[in-house]
């Protein structure tokens, strides 16, 4: 049991360059989340899903994509980076139902110049 | 939607005293508080989390309370140690359909434990 494992753990892209975050969990998690850190800062919402095929903006969703075509998968797609875009991304996931906690990847440390 | 407010944003202990951290919520129906620690450089991590219908848990030298009437709950750690020292972020939940199924995170917490 993995958990929830993110690729890469550092990334660093030029301006108006493209990447996917790749997110997956064996949990058998219904709820997948991406989230981005900026430094000394709490956790922003930027897109979530409750399930393969469903997924919904969180706070700060411009200029990012996401799909889910199975449980497992939740990608997060950046179409031409931008230097506000440089963060930490964690993605989490928990079971759908009453109350459960995040369990969180180790997250992407991407650095756009 | 929700809005959570965390204080202080920096706190500093001895090791051994008692540190606590607040946070107020803004929505009524939220009804899960969870916890997390997360280290220098590493992932969020859940340390302990109470629910709507209990007002306090404790967990050997964690614990945290909730007040429903004033949307206010509360991490205590007691005998503080160098390696409690990390960034401590509450936050708050309600179940539901659409933004109601995510954690909303206060700002975070640094706490620094002192030799």
């Known amino acids: 049991n993995a958990g929830v494992t993110q690729t890469p753990k550092f990334r660093i892209l030029k301006i108006g360059q493209s990447m996917t975050l790749q997110c997956t969990q064996d949990m058998n998690h219904n709820y997948m989340y991406w989230y981005r850190q900026d430094p000394g800062m709490g956790l922003k919402l930027i897109y979530y899903s409750v399930g393969a095929g469903i997924t919904d903006k969180g706070e700060v969703p411009n200029g990012y994509n996401v799909s889910r075509s199975t449980t497992e998968d939740f990608p997060l797609r950046l179409e031409l980076a931008a230097p506000s875009q440089t963060s930490v991304y964690f993605c989490?996931?928990?079971?759908?139902?009453?109350?459960?906690?995040?369990?969180f990847g180790s997250g992407t440390r991407l650095t756009v110049v | 939607g929700e809005n959570v407010e965390q204080h202080p944003s920096t706190l500093s202990v001895q090791e051994g005293d008692s540190a606590v951290i607040k946070c107020t919520y803004s929505?009524?129906?939220?009804?899960?508080f969870p916890w997390y620690k997360q280290e220098l450089g590493k992932r969020p991590q859940l340390i302990i989390d109470i629910r709507s219908n209990v007002g306090e848990k404790k967990d050997q030298r964690i614990a945290v309370t909730l007040n429903k009437t004033a949307k206010h709950f509360s991490l205590h750690i007691t005998e503080t140690q160098p390696e409690d020292s990390a960034v401590y972020f509450c936050?708050?939940?309600?179940?539901?359909?659409?933004?109601?199924?995510?954690?909303?995170f206060g700002s975070g917490t640094q706490l620094t434990v002192l030799p």
């Open positions: 929505d009524s129906a939220s009804n899960y």
């Open positions: 989490a996931s928990r079971y759908a139902g009453r109350n459960y906690g995040y369990t």
């Open positions: 936050a708050a939940q309600r179940e539901g359909s659409g933004s109601a199924r995510q954690l909303t």
